[in-house]
């Protein structure tokens, strides 16, 4: 099962997505798919890891997620957006490459035993990205959390730290 969260920076999605996993499960999984580029963004992973104690099995993996022994758990991947970076650095900024990646790694998942919580960014709502590569990866973004929230179960948008419940099959 797929339960998919969005919504926009500082929303609430981790910290919901957390609360969550840790009412189903007493050892859920944390899968981070983030790559480190800087200074600044070392801190924010730092922060985010502080806030999982002992109780979770922490992964970083930022292409595969479907590889790693996450059937029959209750699992956390965060996120979407960070994934999506990976496969459109590595396909040169292709948009339709990139999707295949990540569909291929969804449609996996979705057959997968276990609870799958997707955390994602709409970052289609904000600011019209300036440079043509920001607008490919919008797109990208876009579709990508289109065909995530098709698969799942359940969708919330987190708003303002308040989640909203947009599907539930």
């Known amino acids: 099962m797929i339960i998919f969260i969005t919504g926009g920076a500082r929303s609430g999605k981790s910290g919901h997505a957390q609360q969550m996993a840790l009412s189903l ?17 070392e801190k924010r992973v730092k922060r985010h890891q502080n806030d999982r104690d002992e109780r979770w099995t922490n992964y970083e993996e930022k292409r595969n997620v479907s590889m790693l022994p996450v059937e029959d758990k209750v699992c956390v991947i965060d996120c979407v957006t960070l994934w999506l970076t990976n496969y459109f650095i590595d396909t040169k900024n292709d948009i339709d490459a990139s999707l295949v990646l990540f569909k291929e790694q969804i449609d996996t998942l979705h057959k997968m035993p276990g609870t799958f919580i997707i955390i994602s960014n709409e970052i289609g709502m904000g600011v019209h990205a300036e440079t043509e590569i920001g607008r490919k990866f919008t797109d990208l973004q876009g579709w990508a959390n289109q065909y995530a929230a098709a698969k799942a179960t359940k969708v919330i948008l987190m708003v303002s730290g308040i989640p909203v419940v947009i599907k539930e099959k």
């Open 25 to 41: 499960s007493a050892n859920p999984v944390y899968v981070a798919t983030a790559k480190v580029w800087d200074a600044d963004f």
